[in-house]
């Protein structure tokens, strides 16, 4: 028997594939966009965001003359070294233009003091003297 007629018939010849893929490169691009419009997640976009929203914490802390212990507390949820690059940036810009800070002005929000309704009955505890719990009633 002949070789040819043993193996598989070819459905496309090598340049007719290339050309196909050449073809359908276009529709690739589609990709990322479809991923967005359904709202895919895509981790290296989130990691600029991320990366891009904590310089910019950190740039208006230095502009607001926090410190940047401060800054990491008031916003736990940024990433440090982003809040970090972000001040060291603007002090660097601020230091080299010499602009002055912009203190904040925020006030202190509204503590609430709530008092149990058992609040007429609990002891009271004196700093320096021994504590003494309420014994139940038998």
Same mark, same amino acid.
């Given at each position: 028997?002949? *070789?040819?007629? $043993?193996?598989?018939?070819? $459905?496309?010849?090598?340049?007719?594939? #290339? !050309?196909? !893929?050449?073809? !359908?490169?276009?529709? !690739?691009?589609?990709?990322? &966009?479809?991923?967005? %419009?359904?709202?895919?997640?895509?981790? &290296? *976009?989130?990691?600029?965001?991320?990366?891009?929203?904590?310089?910019?914490?950190?740039?208006?802390?230095?502009?607001?003359? #926090?410190? %940047?212990?401060?800054?990491?507390?008031?916003?736990?949820?940024? %990433?440090?070294?982003?809040?970090?690059?972000?001040?060291?940036?603007?002090?660097?810009?601020?230091?080299?233009?010499?602009?002055?800070?912009?203190?904040? &002005?925020?006030?202190?929000?509204?503590?609430?003091?709530?008092?149990?309704?058992?609040?007429?009955?609990?002891?009271? $505890? $004196?700093?320096? &003297?021994?504590?003494?719990?309420?014994?139940?009633?038998?």
């Amino acid at each position: 028997m002949n *070789k040819r007629s $043993i193996e598989e018939p070819r $459905i496309m010849s090598m340049p007719a594939r #290339r !050309l196909l !893929l050449v073809l !359908l490169l276009p529709l !690739l691009q589609g990709c990322e &966009q479809m991923a967005e %419009l359904l709202e895919l997640p895509n981790p &290296q *976009k989130e990691a600029e965001a991320a990366e891009a929203e904590g310089r910019a914490i950190g740039g208006a802390c230095r502009h607001a003359g #926090r410190a %940047l212990e401060d800054c990491y507390t008031l916003n736990p949820k940024a %990433l440090k070294s982003a809040v970090f690059a972000g001040w060291r940036e603007m002090n660097d810009y601020m230091m080299a233009n010499n602009i002055a800070e912009v203190p904040a &002005q925020l006030t202190p929000p509204a503590v609430i003091t709530a008092v149990p309704a058992e609040a007429d009955h609990a002891p009271g $505890i $004196i700093p320096g &003297q021994p504590f003494t719990p309420i014994q139940p009633p038998r």
